[in-house]
């Protein structure tokens, strides 16, 4: 999934005080599932939904304006200059797990300009996207105009984080990893950040001031938009060898972040416990 950088001035550098630490059997209360009802996507007063095979745009009066129709389930939508891109589960297991096709649609009618193959994507300006898949010697990100034409590709797939430019918190599922939070620029070219430990880095949260907000194998990192980084707090020490069986989540809520860390029994696959930290964001030296 794609996130947007907010607008605000660059300032002092971030740090964290821990608030409250919490742990649990199980798994944690609240899980990753969209609530139901929710949008996959807004833009001013109009909203994406999906179900298995089916995309509708419905605008604030509660009136569909239009439905598509899609081979999969729709997981994420993201809107640029009357285009909507929709990434998709399939509905059956294939070589590629349960991945199903991206579609580009016409935000106005719903008819279909493209069909695409992607399991992430972000929105650029102007009816421009980038989307990206990691698996089979694939680790790329495509970005496409409005017609769907490929106008530039690069070797990086993670999570995107757009607004000055498009920086990637990579995921390549390696051990030992190559992963980076890293630019994609012009012509393929990646400038490559800070080395990141854990090969799946859960989505990162984006401040104000474009900094990103990392977990890294249970140690929370600030990436700024130069891709300088600080270690912020060290919060629980996993061994990278050991990462496949922790995931992490992270969660503002104004100037709060909550971590939460789920570990799964090294021989029990069943079994969970989880670890959290509530910590308060602070501008400071």
């Known amino acids: 999934m794609g996130t947007s ?9 971030w740090r964290v005080t821990v608030r409250a630490r919490g742990r ?12 139901v009802g929710r949008p996959l996507a807004r833009r001013q007063d109009l909203r994406i939904h999906g179900t298995a095979g089916k995309i509708s ?15 999969g389930v729709p997981n994420a939508a993201h809107i640029s200059g009357g285009r909507v891109l929709v990434t998709t589960d399939s509905l059956a297991y294939t070589p590629w797990g349960h991945l199903g096709p991206a579609v580009l649609l016409d935000l ?26 990691e698996g089979y010697d694939v680790f790329d990100t495509w970005a496409y105009d409005r017609d769907g034409t490929l106008y530039d590709s690069w070797r990086s797939y993670g999570h995107y984080v757009v607004g000055t430019g498009i920086r990637v918190v990579e995921t390549d599922r390696n051990i030992p990893t190559g992963s980076r939070v890293v630019r994609l620029l012009p012509g393929g070219t990646v400038e490559r950040g800070p080395a990141l430990t854990d090969p799946q880095a859960p989505e990162p949260l984006v401040l104000a001031d474009g900094t990103i907000l990392v977990l890294d194998c249970g140690v929370l990192r600030a990436v ?11 919060l629980q020490a996993i061994d990278p060898e050991e990462a496949w069986r922790h995931h992490g989540a992270l969660h503002r809520s104004g100037d709060e972040v909550t971590v939460t860390i789920t570990e799964q029994h090294p021989d029990r696959p069943g079994r969970h416990t989880y670890r959290t930290w509530t910590l308060a964001l602070h501008r400071g030296c």
């Open 5 to 13: 950088e907010e607008n605000g001035p660059a300032g002092d550098a």
């Open 24 to 35: 649990g059997a199980g798994l944690p209360p609240d899980g990753p599932d969209r609530p």
């Open 57 to 71: 745009c419905v605008d604030d009066s509660g009136r569909t304006r239009w439905t598509a129709l899609c081979s």
């Open 108 to 133: 106005a009618d719903g008819s279909r300009v493209a069909e695409l193959r992607g399991a992430r994507g972000a929105a650029l300006g102007g009816g421009r996207f980038v989307l990206g898949l």
């Open 224 to 234: 700024g938009r130069r891709l300088e980084d600080q270690v912020l707090a060290e």
